[in-house]
């Protein structure tokens, strides 16, 4: 596994595998595999989840408290 050490301490995910950062919440966290599937049962870009439409960011809402997680 590839792991980063940083000096500062920074929020690292749950899943222990990366930062918590928006892009791996929406696009790779492992703990949110089946969360990920419900909201978008197909591949979505981070771009698209981010600045689409009203409807996708309605999705990506919806995940984030699927997920439980704090905006
Ligand atoms: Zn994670």
């Known amino acids: 596994m590839n792991r980063k ?3 500062a301490p920074s929020p690292s995910c749950a899943c222990g ?3 918590q950062t928006a892009e791996h919440i929406l696009q790779r966290c492992p703990l949110l ?5 419900e909201v978008w049962p197909s ?14 960011l309605e ?3 919806t995940f984030i408290t699927s997920a439980g997680l704090i905006v």
């Open 5 to 7: 050490f940083k000096l």
């Open 17 to 19: 595998q990366e930062d």
């Open 33 to 37: 595999d089946e969360e990920r599937k």
């Open 43 to 56: 591949p979505t870009p981070l771009q698209t989840k981010l600045y689409g439409s009203r409807q996708e």
């Open 59 to 61: 999705k990506t809402t």
